[in-house]
Nanobody, 119 residues
Framework: QVQLVESGGGLVQAGGSLRLSCVAS????????VGWFRQAPGNEREFVAS????????NYANSVKGRFTMSRDNAKNTVYLQMTSLKPEDTAVYYC????????????WGQGTQVTVSS
């Protein structure tokens, strides 16, 4: 049974920082890509960032480049999203997702964690 659990969301003022975590159970992240997505009310879910587990190759949406950093801890089987210089437009529910390296679709999803940035 594969389960992804996000944590670390909360309320922060503009310019502040938060670190989101995603922990996998049932299997390791080895051989997978892991990504972060977000969805604000009334908007479609959008890609935020991703990482290849072993190579630690990261990719970021243009809207968060230079502000968000994705990393992983192999021993803890955990992925992190460090968010700095937060803006009100970053407000959304953030979801962790994972897929096998060669898979077309993101196969596994967490339930999300709320990030709210006040102006």
């Amino acid at each position: 049974q594969v389960q992804l659990v996000e944590s670390g969301g909360g309320l922060v003022q503009a310019g502040g920082s938060l670190r989101l975590s995603c922990v996998a159970s049932g299997r390791t992240f080895a051989g997978c890509d892991v990504g972060w997505f977000r969805q604000a009310p009334g908007n479609e879910r959008e890609f935020v960032a991703s990482i290849r587990w072993f190579a630690t190759i990261t990719n970021y949406a243009n809207s968060v480049k230079g502000r968000f950093t994705m990393s992983r801890d192999n021993a803890k089987n955990t992925v992190y999203l460090q968010m700095t210089s937060l803006k009100p437009e970053d407000t959304a529910v953030y979801y962790c997702a994972a897929k096998f390296r060669a898979a077309t679709l993101w196969d596994y999803w967490g339930q999300g964690t709320q990030v709210t940035v006040s102006s």
